[in-house]
């Protein structure tokens, strides 16, 4: 994949945000008993690149945010996404002249940007279906399903992952939190085109279905307010609007904490759900275009 450098400015004031409504920082997985004042932003170079053996930890600790003490094994199914590195992404901190010449003083330093902030990927359920971390997440989602969704989404869920008609891939949008959404963009759009071109290949990746977990919080309503969600990742909300059958279940009782990293203490009341999607594969550029041109107009702003 050829890189491409990110410019991201991470603040924490509501206009870089895709979402007005979406006005609070994002979750960690750390807790902080302080009040974020929330007025300091960095600027950070990221760049998109080939994941690599030693991204295997970093992707790991990601998909643990994700699938948060789900007993799936998330080692080997990070794994799979270093050795599939022709598809899908990881995000680092961008080379500089100043790493290069550190570097080069010291050649046993290593890589200088070996933090993964985020994998953009997908991986093929089906083709991947004697693995037991692809078997066991699709137990998680059927027993989620059995308590949490319609007769019919069931059904929709079955269909996709055990019909045997359908191909379905697990679409994996993971970063760490305050990266805004603009990041996203080239990400995606980069995956569509490595799975294109993995496709005039002869390579399995051509979809039927995306399989995406969504990570988001709720405010209960207080007085006059409503209730509200929060979704760690902003974009994902319009992957939402364009799913075709999806459920909810709540993570509290994995989480040693529903309001985690730098919150306001006004939003002590938050609480961690994750959104199962389905989303017809024709549909994802779309998506990709759509979160474009929101991103680009906050940037016009």
């Known amino acids: 994949m050829t890189s491409k450098k990110l410019k991201v400015e991470a603040e924490d004031e509501e ?23 929330g007025d300091e932003g960095i600027t950070v170079d990221f760049e998109g690149r080939n994941p690599i053996d030693p991204d295997l930890d ?37 080379y500089t002249d100043a790493d290069d010449d550190e570097e080069d003083e010291d050649t046993d330093m290593g890589d200088p940007c070996q933090v993964v902030f985020g994998v953009t990927t997908i991986i093929n359920l089906a083709n991947k279906q004697e693995l037991a971390s692809v078997r066991q997440l699709k137990k998680m989602i059927f027993e989620k399903a059995e308590k949490y969704a319609t007769d019919l989404v069931q059904q929709q869920f079955r269909d996709a992952l055990e019909g045997g008609s359908k191909t379905t891939g697990l679409l994996l949008n993971e970063r760490f939190i305050n990266i805004p959404a603009a990041v996203c963009v080239p990400m995606c759009e980069n995956l569509l085109s490595e799975m294109e071109r993995a496709r005039t290949k002869g390579m399995p990746f051509a979809f039927d279905y995306y399989l995406m977990f969504v990570k988001y919080y709720q405010q209960a309503a207080a007085g006059d307010k409503p209730a509200e969600v929060i979704y760690s990742n902003d974009e994902e909300e319009y992957f939402i ?25 006004k939003d002590e009341e938050l609480q961690p759900f994750r959104k199962v999607l389905l989303i017809e594969a024709s549909k994802l550029p779309g998506i990709v275009a759509t979160i474009k041109n929101l991103v680009a107009s906050v940037a016009n702003k």
């Not at 206009?15 to 004042?37: F, L, T």
């Not at 970093?58 to 990070?78: M, N, P, R």
């Open 15 to 37: 206009e870089q945000r895709m979402d007005a409504k979406s006005g609070s920082d994002e979750s960690s997985d750390e807790e902080n008993d302080e009040a974020y004042e």
């Open 58 to 94: 970093g992707i790991k600790q990601l998909l643990g945010q994700l699938f948060v003490k789900a007993h799936i094994d998330l080692t080997e199914l990070a794994g799979v996404i270093v050795a599939q590195n022709y598809v899908g992404s990881v995000l680092k901190q961008a």
């Open 241 to 265: 609007k364009d799913s075709c059958a999806s459920f909810d279940y709540s993570v509290q009782k994995e989480t040693t904490t529903a309001l985690a990293g730098q919150w306001q203490k």
